[in-house]
């Protein structure tokens, strides 16, 4: 298994043989996945918060559509 995968798992909360101890460490671990996805997606092209208008960078919409918030 990949190891960021691996890492992201044990911050979840996930025992050394990777098994959850509750749904409450999947959803952290869905929550971490969709948060790196989303950093990867906007390392092209950052947001344009501070430049007087507003737009969803493709990260920002990744979020969004998971409903995750930081």
Same mark, same amino acid.
């Given at each position: /298994?990949?190891?960021? #995968?691996?890492?992201? /798992? %044990?911050? &979840? @909360?996930?025992? +050394?043989? @990777?098994?959850? /101890? +509750?749904?409450?460490?999947?959803? %952290?671990? &869905? %929550?971490? #996945?969709?948060?790196?996805? &989303?950093?990867?997606?906007?390392?092209?092209?950052? +947001? +344009?918060? @501070?430049? $007087?208008?507003?737009?969803?960078?493709? $990260?920002? /919409?990744? %979020?969004?559509?998971? $409903?995750?918030?930081?």
């Amino acid at each position: /298994m990949n190891e960021k #995968i691996q890492h992201l /798992m %044990k911050q &979840a @909360g996930a025992d +050394s043989s @990777g098994k959850w /101890m +509750s749904v409450d460490n999947a959803e %952290k671990f &869905a %929550k971490l #996945i969709v948060c790196e996805c &989303a950093e990867i997606a906007d390392q092209e092209r950052p +947001s +344009s918060l @501070g430049c $007087g208008y507003i737009t969803l960078t493709k $990260g920002m /919409m990744i %979020k969004q559509h998971f $409903g995750v918030e930081e």
